[in-house]
């Protein structure tokens, strides 16, 4: 008789990995605090490694994918993914503006006049300036000149002879790449570890008690858009399951909600579409080359834009303004939609103030919003990832004509996106008004900063990015 072979171990893949090092490290960070802090340095290691290859891919994917299309091509695919940011857009609005039905009645207090006064006689926006001088530069304002450079060199090649032999270049370098990220990806484990345990040991535990409305507000809103709305949106418009979607980006999504930055991920998320390109089948190699082509132009292209990570930080607006007894009526949305749309091109550390100061509310939010931004920013990068990779699939599709607009899954599926929505929010404040209500304390504590206070308050805060800002 033959002895038996043990049966094979089964392997844990690498995105169950990333989540176990991402809860260790948030059980690390909370008991251990300071003690750990020496992990930022490992995390700031595993972040420097991913960024090594993101401009470089993007650059020549970008030329690449834009090169070997035509005029016509081009035009289309601007059309087809504006048209898919701007749903996306909508749906993130309609979200934040109906995010008040969320918010319990708890007593607020506004600002006394003395105070209110004290605080008025610097701008929003010049304090926003000062305060600027304790956060880094946005790495991401140099990245956004490369893919503008990218996407107007790529359809500047389309006429040009000879091409080819720059675009196969390029084709190569961008594969080589691709095969670094893959050797990286595989510490992403001890990369997510380090990072939450350094951000872990930052928590206030006491502002999570005065802001927990704004933060559970903001993190079951994120949730439901990243894993079902968005997933589920993709899956009715195009042939591919929502199980398979969520399935074939859990590593990237992960990796994004640990780090907190998106632009890292971008790489990735290319490579896992590609994967469920080849995966979903029943394509010729040349649709399937194609299919490729367009997800290395939409993944980098969408990046700039803000996504519904950024977009969803607006519903500060609309608390702070509570929080403080400033509310923001209904006849000032159409000034909070467009104006912060518009303003969320320069990331949510400009925009804020910025609307802050546009619908007289007191400045001192931005401070309380930067405080909380710390735990909600995650959850933004993790839903930011999920809107880049929307625009790429059903963009992709849509390329292709194979995206269908089926008038019963289309209602089956939005009946009940609303009714999800609509029982989160009611959910909220049933819970907040009935079963836990909390003082209102923060305006003592925002009248007692003064200037000075506020700037070293800002020193000490760790520099935080949401969404596609990141």
Known sequence: MRAQRPPKRRKIGIATQVFIGLGLGLLVGIFFGEDVSFLKIGGDAFIALLQITVIPYVMVALITSLGRLTLADAKALGLQGGSILLVLWAVGLVVVLLSPLAFPDWPSARFSASVRSKRQSRSTFSSFISRQTFFPPYPTQSFRRFVVFSILFGPALINVRNKERVLDLLSTVGDGLMEITGYVG???????????????????????????????VYVVMAL??????????????????????????????????????VLIVLPLLAADSKELFAQSGGNSAEATEKRESLVDILIPAAFPFPSLGVL???IFVVFGGRYVGSTVSVAQYPTLSIAGLASLFGGTVLALPFLFDLLRLPSEAFQVFITVDVIGSRFGTLLAAMHIVAIALIGTYAMQGAVKLRLAPLLRFGAISVSLMAAALIGIRTFYTYVYVEPYTKDELLASLSPDQESATAHRLPRVSRGNSR
């Open 186 to 216: 595989k510490i992403a484990p001890y990369g997510a570890f380090a990072i939450t345990a350094s951000a872990a040991r930052t928590i206030d535990i006491a502002d999570l008690g005065r802001l927990q409305v704004y933060i559970v």
């Open 224 to 261: 439901i858009l990243s894993l079902w709305l968005i997933p589920g949106l993709i899956a009715t418009l195009t042939p591919l399951k929502f199980g398979a979607i969520l399935l074939a980006f859990r590593g990237p999504l992960i990796t994004a909600f640990a780090t907190g930055n």
């Open 312 to 314: 969803l930080a607006l």
